[in-house]
T-cell receptor, first 114, second 111 residues
């Protein structure tokens, strides 16, 4: 079945550590996105990539980094520079330009800083 | 600044009645709108879309209405079913670029 797989589902991080969240899709979608969800807030865009080896910052990119070496994969690294990393992270993909197709979302990763 | 707003964080409706979820936006350049449904601990799933050239789009029990002059869209679910209980997000985009999401409305359908 085609879809997006995010792993792990739950992740705990000590302060000062970098962690990487995995996102893999087998939908042959060109574009991939990372969103963050906090209580009482909408989904906020962290980074997005329209094509391999290219990505752009979203609204809240500070403290995060990404790579897009393969079409299928768009990992997100939460660095120690991110001051408030505890959140629910969602990865999404679309067939380049989301008209008519919208996004397909993964099931999310809940990151907790301990 | 929140460009897409869902001012009702929660809504309760009796099974069989109509559920109306509302969404307002501020950017007049938005020309494509989506509704997503989200269950706890899962990613959102696409529900229905509408482009700015239309004022209504219907898919089974779900209908989305768009009022461009008021910068307002609404999702109607008729009849509501207990399985519709979830958080609903609206999202808007300008020219196919990134989507901006509302804060979500938690719908509870009471059997």
């Amino acid at each position: 079945d085609g879809g997006i797989t995010q792993s792990p589902k739950y992740l705990f991080r000590k302060e000062g550590q970098n962690v990487t969240l995995s996102c893999e899709q087998n939908l042959n979608h060109d574009a991939m996105y990372w969103y963050r969800q906090d209580p009482g807030q909408g989904l906020r865009l962290i980074y997005y990539s329209q094509i391999v080896n290219d990505f752009q910052k979203g609204d809240i990119a500070e403290g995060y980094s990404v790579s897009r070496e393969k079409k299928e994969s768009f990992p997100l690294t939460v660095t120690s520079a991110q001051k408030n990393p505890t959140a629910f992270y969602l990865c999404a993909s679309s067939m380049g330009g989301a008209y008519s197709y919208g996004y397909t979302f993964g099931s999310g990763t809940r990151l907790t800083v301990v | 600044d929140q460009q897409v707003k869902q001012n009702s964080p929660s809504l309760s409706v009796q099974e069989g009645r109509i559920s109306i979820l509302n969404c307002d936006y501020t950017n007049s350049m938005f020309d494509y709108f989506l509704w997503y449904k989200k269950y706890p601990a899962e990613g959102p799933t696409f529900l229905i879309s509408i482009s700015s050239i239309k004022d209504k789009n219907e898919d089974g029990r779900f209908t989305v209405f768009l009022n461009k002059s008021a910068k307002h869209l609404s999702l109607h679910i008729v009849p509501s079913q207990p399985g519709d209980s979830a958080v609903y997000f609206c999202a808007a985009s300008a020219a196919g670029n990134q989507f901006y999401f509302g804060t979500g409305t938690s719908l509870t359908v009471i059997p």
